[in-house]
Nanobody, 123 residues
Framework: VQLQASGGGLVQAGASLRLSCAVS????????MAWFRQAPGKEREFVAS????????DYADSVKGRFTISRDNAKNTLSLQMNSLKPEDTGVYYC?????????????????WGKGTQVTVSS
């Protein structure tokens, strides 16, 4: 399974970005997906997750109301719409796939990871 994240960039505070993650290769038929991020010098942290059918989502408190996670199972893609970006949203954003349908917040739940895409928000 390969995951390729894209859509990052350098933006000013208040701007929007949309991240995408393309999933290729064999995947479990019933898998949850998630976005995590890692700022310089900090541990990787949970951002958002979504279950297999997309009917259940979870968000970190810091992004709730500003970010929206979605998926298109027909296209094997995961997206993260990020609005009202803040400098503290800066980091490398990683997409991840679990082997079961879940909205977990823990990294150990997710088996496959992409290489990440850089998001930088200037003040």
């Amino acid at each position: 399974v390969q995951l390729q994240a894209s859509g990052g960039g350098l933006v000013q505070a208040g701007a929007s970005l949309r991240l995408s993650c393309a999933v290729s290769g064999r995947t479990a038929s019933n898998n949850g997906m998630a976005w995590f991020r890692q700022a310089p010098g900090k541990e990787r942290e949970f951002v958002a997750s979504i279950n297999w059918r997309g009917g259940s989502t979870d968000y970190a408190d810091s992004v709730k109301g500003r970010f929206t996670i979605s998926r298109d199972n027909a296209k094997n893609t995961l997206s993260l719409q990020m609005n009202s970006l803040k400098p503290e949203d800066t980091g490398v954003y990683y997409c991840a796939v679990a082997l079961r349908s879940t909205t977990s917040r823990t990294t150990d739940t997710f088996r496959y990871w992409g290489k990440g895409t850089q998001v930088t928000v200037s003040s």
